[in-house]
């Protein structure tokens, strides 16, 4: 089964972008990548998804290598309300509807 | 729209107990889904519907039915309450297809303790 591995925490400067590595290495055929964050206790926030392609949004930037093994969300300007959770999600596998969210990374944005 | 609505928010059950925790979505989504977030941990997928009449097991589907009637509504059933189901449950809807989940929308949650 695919599965996603994201660093337990980072920490970034306030107005600095925040770099948000995730690798997938073993994702599967035409799988998308799915990027949510979560803030304090609220339900889970859809930033971006993306396929082969970079990927941008007013949210954030999406880049995927070129063997789609990793992935990395950029928010551009980081500012302190984009302290987060932030979760990689990928399908299990193929011809599937079940999407795991793994542990993701929790990031702070320091003034 | 309302999005995803979940009830109650706020929940305490004694073990051996038994209780619904109710979902709809008024954005006619054929994907809907029920996680568990556990204190410090991510969320697990519990189950998971494609449409009406349709629903599959996700990770940790053990101790948990459900249904789906009618596109709106996903409603999660705990047969037995125990104190390791005390969790935030999650429920979310898709407009999603086999090719692609697309953005998922979720509700505020329900927060279950059981004693």
């Known amino acids: 089964d695919a599965k996603t591995t994201q660093p337990t925490s980072m920490d970034c400067a306030e107005g600095r972008a925040a770099n948000l590595p995730c690798n997938h290495s073993?994702?599967?055929?035409?799988?998308?990548v799915y990027w949510y964050r979560q803030i304090h206790s609220q339900g889970p926030q859809y930033i971006i998804h993306g396929l082969k392609n970079n990927e941008t949004n007013e949210m954030a930037s999406l880049i995927i290598t070129e063997d789609r093994k990793s992935s990395t969300l950029i928010l551009p300007h980081a500012t302190l309300r984009d302290t987060a959770v932030y979760y990689c999600?990928?399908?299990?596998?193929?011809?599937?509807?079940?999407?795991?969210f793994g542990t993701g990374t929790r990031l702070k944005v320091l003034a | 729209n309302a999005g995803v609505t979940q009830t109650p928010k706020f929940q305490v059950l004694k073990t051996g107990q038994s209780m619904t925790l109710q979902c709809a979505q008024d954005?006619?989504?054929?994907?809907m889904s029920w996680y568990r977030q556990d204190p410090g941990m991510g969320l697990r997928l519990i189950h998971y519907?494609?449409?009406?009449?349709?629903?599959d097991q996700g990770e940790v589907p053990n101790g948990y039915n459900v249904s789906r009637s009618t596109t709106e509504d996903f409603p999660l059933r705990l047969l037995s309450a125990a104190p390791s189901q005390t969790s935030v449950y999650f429920c979310?809807?898709?407009?999603?297809?086999?090719?692609?989940?697309?953005?998922?929308?979720f509700g505020p949650g329900t927060r279950l303790t059981v004693t």
């Open positions: 519907s494609v449409g009406a009449g349709i629903t």
């Open positions: 979310a809807s898709s407009p999603s297809t086999l090719n692609s989940l697309g953005e998922q929308y």
């Open positions: 073993t994702i599967s055929g035409n799988e998308y």
């Open positions: 999600i990928v399908r299990v596998a193929s011809g599937t509807y079940k999407y795991i």
């Open positions: 954005m006619n989504h054929e994907y």
